[in-house]
């Protein structure tokens, strides 16, 4: 946990919600794994050879992309990216300690939470960003901040997005939490934290 944090917000897709398993799940159920490889290649974003985004939202928006005309439905039908299994856990432990927020570009992020139970008992903030003020524009912290009433400084910021959350927290003063699942090899910048899963918040608490 990042030195002077008295809140924590959330990053959405990825960071609590597992798309990777659910693509995976989905493409099994329409017995087309090659679908996984194509997403993979198509939507992980790499700067310098390193991963530094997964834009898996893509399959929901632009499944065409992905796999015949005919998978799209079924597919599009047993998509349902499920929790981390640290999630239940992690916002249980850290929720009886400080507030917590939400902040993500997911359009349909109030439907997610609250299909997973995850509704106003879990966070003080759900904030969905706006289609033309999304992470990592800096005015798309400032709904978070504003409604936890503390300064940028003492909020600790938790995504999986090098570009999105990391360094659109740090433009907007916040303290970024770089988790990173898949151990990707970039390189750490002065005031971010890596963790590989959200319990290392709550021992770090």
Partial sequence: MPTGARAVAFDLDDTLTDWDTGIRRAAEAVDA?????????????????????????????EPDTFMA???VEPFLAALDPPLF????????ALGARMPLAL?????????????????ADVFDCVAIAYP?????????FLPVITALGLP???????????????????????????????NDPWPLPPGVVRIGSLMELVEQC
């Fill in 33 to 61: 794994p090659e679908i996984i490889d194509r997403v993979r290649a198509e939507t992980w974003v790499r700067e310098n050879g390193v991963i530094v985004d997964r834009h898996h939202w893509r399959v929901l928006h």
């Fill in 69 to 71: 005309p005919e998978l």
């Fill in 85 to 92: 299994a640290d999630v239940g856990p992690a916002l249980e």
């Fill in 103 to 119: 902040l993500t570009n997911n359009p349909f992020g109030a439907e997610v939470l609250n299909r997973h139970g995850l509704d």
């Fill in 132 to 140: 033309l003020v999304r992470k990592p524009d800096q005015l798309a």
């Fill in 152 to 182: 940028a400084g003492e909020i600790a910021y938790v995504g999986d997005s090098v570009t999105a959350d990391v360094e659109g927290a740090l433009g907007a003063g916040l303290l970024p939490v770089w988790i990173d699942r898949w």
